[in-house]
């Protein structure tokens, strides 16, 4: 069972910022969070991940909530590239380790 | 821009055929992972090894044969597939286990 919950799709106007959001209530200590998308047939594309701390990569930033029950994907400034589906993942490192992806958020960027 | 291959890109095959998959990494990535997607659903994760080793099979019947002859190369063997078995076949490497995952672009199979 994916251990996140992601809005099924959104929208986002070009050049606007898009924030995609992630309830992630039963992550573990150990847990980090990993963004990903999927650009239609193409293999998945790591975006970012995090712990604990706010992240920014060239791609986009990772805000997570004090409690760490959550937390949101931004692209500051959205194109038409950027249609794709949003995966948001938690998982933990060394052997433990098992991405499981859920259903994602469709994220269709217009003009 | 990926450093991982995939081939064929695309597969169409029989139910009594026996055809492979083959993915490569040049990455010096130590763990490698097959997954299925099927259409309109999830990506299962399949099977995962690390230093050739496997380390995860995720229930996948018998007709998926994994083969991880190095730490470069992984094969997944087909044999006398379902049409339900149609899939994009994805496969992925991360430096280490739950590192992030640089994935392939897959192969499209088709079985008829």
């Known amino acids: ?111 | 821009e990926t450093g991982v291959t995939q081939t064929p890109r695309h597969l169409v095959m029989g139910m009594t055929n026996k055809k492979s998959l083959k993915c490569e990494q040049h990455l010096g990535h130590n763990a490698m992972y097959w997954y299925k997607q099927s259409a309109k659903k999830p990506l299962e994760l399949m099977f995962v090894y690390n230093f050739k080793e496997q380390t995860e099979n995720n229930s996948v019947p018998s007709r998926f044969s994994p083969e991880c002859p190095n730490s470069s190369h992984l094969f997944l063997h087909l044999h006398t597939l379902q049409p339900e078995d149609s899939a994009l076949y994805l496969c992925a490497s991360s430096q280490d286990l739950g590192e992030r995952q640089l994935f392939g672009p897959g192969t499209r199979l088709t079985v008829l």
């Not at chain 1, 996140?4 to 039963?26: F, I, K, Y």
């Not at chain 1, 980090?32 to 060239?58: A, C, F």
């Open chain 1, 1 to 111: 069972d994916a251990k996140t919950t992601q809005p099924p799709s959104m929208d986002c106007a070009e050049g606007r910022a898009a924030n995609l959001p992630c309830n992630h209530s039963t992550i573990s200590g150990n847990e980090y969070v990993y963004w990903y998308r999927q650009i239609h047939s193409q293999g998945p594309q790591y975006i970012i991940h995090g712990l604990k701390n706010n992240e920014t990569n060239e791609m986009a930033s990772l805000i997570i909530t004090e409690d760490r029950k959550s937390s949101t994907l931004i692209l500051p400034h959205a194109t038409l590239r950027d249609t794709a589906v949003y995966y948001c993942i938690v998982g933990s490192t060394g052997t433990a380790s098992k991405l499981t992806f859920g259903t994602g958020t469709r994220l269709q960027v217009t003009l």
